[in-house]
């Protein structure tokens, strides 16, 4: 026998003097000044935490593209159509943003679209029912569509992506059933689901575009004095105060030209304020409530969150509810637009014009990452695209090809930049 | 390691079908007392720290806190009364930083909203009373080491001041900077007056923080020791049954070829 050891001599036996907390040396920390803020960026962008630069430079090239070839494409009025034509694809796609980051995915929200929109005109101009009753009952039926894919998902545990496929199958059935026949259901003239789209704030005051754009950055900089205020009464690192001031000033000059650019046409389009509003709620949900945490924490690991008190079922039924209730919403306004509930709405390339356009704005496709940001910013991207090569009378083909170039470089840069932030020790 | 225990097992007996996983178990665990749990695979450790962490009941016996007889049917009843678990995979959600993954599931409110502020305090807190370096609290938990991730993990179960960890081989994946690290953690957690359930494989780890070694084989005690006086042949014999298996056999072997030469 060998000799019995004693606890003296036992490999790996801990330190008699405890680590004293504090930094790692080998921690990067940031220096004072503009010149830490440059260093710690240009740190973030070599390992791969591009945000929304990629989008933006993107959206800044198809500007200066589109406008040197047509001469026109900056206009007051090309510009208000375009923020008009993203509400419809913008709002499905703001649903799209929840579910990729729940890590699954909804093949159905084009046909939840559709049957909405069939719902809620033949209500109101077949059956004569109320055009709010209809409009809200066609958002419940909506909802109940998304129900049911979050049930079968969560709590039978058939693949997201084949309950989806199966909706998208079903939900389009029942919109050519409602609609019967005669098809093609023309909107209540200047009812409510006629009026979403023309509709300009005060009737094109100018007054409501300058007071969102004063109002926004201000909110903005208040807000985050009030947390820098707090952090440092609570002995934290705050975000300096140079720092948020540059940020407001990026965002102020981005809404005062928006602004401007708007009131040179129509004013304010009721469509814009609804997508940015739902944006910017949905938003706030995700980064600032409890239930955007859970969702997040189900999106990076399913069972961490379960052991952790989550209810994943739950999470994963409403972010199903959410996003066909989004997609209804989304349906209402593509009704509005062409004027008519008809067999093809939310048909095509909807669905895939919404997912191109989450993805393209950054949120990742392998779940747990995204903002809802990026649902505005890459269907700004897609509609400038679009309406840049109407104006330029390309073929539809063509279109097709360039959007789905896009879209492909997006996947391609989603990719890498995970494979850096990998390397670079983030996910 | 003074006073009551803190939990106390009883007869624990706990079938799965036609398998008998546990018979007739006693355990005790005392406030600030490391208590190593080891066996073989298949010996019922696992089940075992089921129990107590509520994800299985108990067939028969009694378990009892602070001498107070209760049933765990649940794991919310075992959090409830102050039993953490970390099990081996440290279910971290990598997309999440340490904060957020530290609150998981309790996160502080303000108005109904996340409180960042007052988590992130209550974490720096936590984090540097157990002498914790963590580079940055809002770094994603993926950027972290084995050993680091794993050091988040057992935070995490501290943050509901519990007066029990169960720690489900804290030591299994890492490297030797990194096992010292986690078992420093283990050392400080008896300092704080908890109880601490360590199942591990490592007998060296064991040795190094357990105060008491309960060994399991076949889904019966097989004897409790304390660490102080009780050699590492006398646990590995408890640990494998009885004289007569191959671990003694290799050694009398080589006892055996000593003496030859």
Redesign the interface.
Known sequence: ??T??T?AD??????AD???????P??HTRAAGPAGYLDAARRRLAAGELGSLPVVVGLILIAVIFQSVTGHFLQADNLTNITRFIAGPGLIAVGVVFVLILGEIDLSLGSVAGASAALAAVLAVRQGVNEWIAVLAALAAATVMGLLHGLFFARVGVPAFVVTLAGMLTWSGLQEYVLGDLGTVNNRHGGLIATLDTTFLGDGDIAYAWALAVLAPALYLLAHLR?AR??TA???TARPTADTAIRTGALAVLTLATAYALNQDRGLPLPLVVLVGVVVLTDFVLR???YG?QI??V???V???R????NVARVRISVFMLSAFLAGLGGLFYASQQGSADKQLGGGNVLMNAIAAAVIGGTSLF???GKTWSALLGILVIQSITTGLDMVHAAQAIQYMITGAVLLAAVVLDSLSRRTR?AG??? | MTGAPVLQLRSVSKRFGAVQALTDVDLDVHPGEVLALVGDNGAGKSTLVKTIAGVHPVDEGTITWHGRPVRLTR??DA?ALGIATV?Q????????DVI?NLF????K?RR???DE??M??RA?EL??TL???I??VR??V??LSGGQRQVVAIARALVGEPALVILDEPTAALG?EQ??QV??LV??LRERGLGVILVSHNM??V???ADTVAVLRLGRNNGVFP??GT???QIVSAITGATDNAHARR?AR??EEEDAA
């Open positions: 026998m060998t019995p050891s606890p036992t490999p790996a036996a801990p330190g405890p680590v004293a907390p504090g930094a790692d080998r921690l947390t707090r952090r609570a002995g934290l600032r409530t409890p945490r997040f924490a999106g990076g690991g069972e961490a969150a052991r952790a008190g989550v779940g747990g990452r990998t020790g983030r996910t | 794991p919310q959090q099990y995979d440290l279910a971290l959600c990598d997309n999440l957020a998981l599931g309790r996160e409110r109904g909203l996340l502020v007052a992130e305090q720096r984090l540097n002498a914790i370096r580079p940055d770094t994603p993926a950027a030797v096992t010292a078992l420093d050392e400080r060296a780890d040795r190094a923080v660490v102080a050699t590492q042949e050694q080589h006892t």
